[in-house]
């Protein structure tokens, strides 16, 4: 299905070939709203490599008449459309959101989300005008550096680095914390791809927290290269182990780490599903961003 374009664009599936492209495009728009680029290329690979989405149908690549990336767009329940700042105003986002409601309704998708920045202002009117409404909130939080020292472990609990051999141990934990609010659990090979795969991990910013043998937290950190502030991927706690202050001392010991390799900050994004704000805020952090999850029951939903 082809959205309905204004004159001379053209519009096409993505592949993993166009991953740079597509990068290039999502960095205009960051640098444009935010002031600098914040995904990197791992992401957008990621995105197309997500298991339920088909990029021959589930994605497209729209092109102006000089065959530049104008836009991009994606559906799999979660949506996303990107639009550069210099094709804004001329009806692609709406097009794009009309090519999604389509491809969604296809798929028997119920709903379908998409995640703005609240600052994002015309984008915001653009859901609400689609019949978008809030669902929840999303925060970006960050910290200055040096940060406090780590505390001392709770008894029974030791801190060491992240180290090879990890990887599934780590998979199992993160996904039964997150179990609790995210939609679907991620296979090791889906969570990899954002986590310990993406050329940008940093194993030695990234600590786990043992109870005897057993992993019972864990922090999945980033180091992207040229930037001066770390960032944290993924917090999560065993159930049985919550309120002991591990997620703090986990995350201490991660800023402590970042502050040895010469940055400045520590940033992460947090989900209000997850509850963990006010752990955040306790270790010092901060709110910087904003961002609302916007929900479209489709209509073919509700007949």
């Known amino acids: 299905m082809q959205a309905k374009l204004p004159d001379d664009y053209r519009m096409r599936p993505a592949t993993p070939a166009d991953v740079a492209d597509i990068h290039r495009l999502v960095s205009a728009c960051e640098r444009a709203l935010l002031g600098s680029a914040e995904t990197d290329r791992d992401t957008i690979a990621a995105e197309l490599a997500r298991p339920r989405l088909t990029p021959a149908t589930?994605?497209?690549?729209?092109?102006?008449?000089?065959?530049?990336?104008?836009?991009?767009?994606?559906?799999?329940?979660?949506?996303?459309?990107?639009?550069?700042?210099?094709?804004?105003?001329?009806?692609?986002?709406?097009?794009?959101?009309?090519?999604?409601?389509?491809?969604?309704?296809?798929?028997?998708?119920?709903?379908?989300?998409?995640?703005?920045?609240?600052?994002?202002?015309?984008?915001?009117?653009?859901?609400?005008?689609?019949?978008?409404?809030?669902?929840?909130?999303?925060?970006?939080?960050?910290?200055?550096l040096p940060a406090a020292a780590p505390a001392q472990p709770p008894a029974g609990i030791t801190v060491r680095t992240f180290a090879p051999g990890d990887e599934r141990d780590a998979h199992r934990v993160s996904e039964d914390a997150f179990d609790e609010w995210q939609e679907r659990r991620r296979d090791y090979d889906e969570w990899a791809l954002t986590t310990v795969a993406r050329a940008s991990f940093a194993p030695d910013c990234s600590p786990l927290a043992f109870a005897g043998d057993e992993l019972v937290g864990v922090v999945i950190a980033t180091d992207e290269p040229g930037r001066d502030e770390g960032y944290v991927e993924r917090v999560a706690v065993r159930a049985d182990q919550r309120g002991r202050g591990i997620a703090r001392l986990l995350l201490a010991t991660a800023f402590d780490r970042f502050h040895r390799l010469g940055r400045r900050g520590v940033t992460l994004w947090t989900h209000s599903d997850t509850g963990a704000l006010d752990v955040y805020l306790k270790v010092g952090m901060s709110v910087r961003r904003t961002a609302t999850v916007f929900a479209r029951q489709l209509p073919a939903a509700d007949a």
């Open 58 to 144: 589930d994605t497209a690549l729209v092109y102006d008449p000089a065959g530049e990336l104008a836009a991009w767009a994606w559906v799999d329940r979660r949506s996303v459309v990107d639009v550069h700042p210099d094709h804004r105003g001329r009806g692609i986002g709406g097009a794009l959101l009309d090519w999604i409601d389509t491809r969604a309704g296809e798929l028997g998708t119920a709903r379908v989300v998409q995640t703005v920045e609240e600052s994002d202002e015309a984008a915001v009117a653009l859901l609400r005008s689609r019949g978008y409404e809030p669902m929840v909130s999303s925060w970006l939080l960050g910290i200055e």
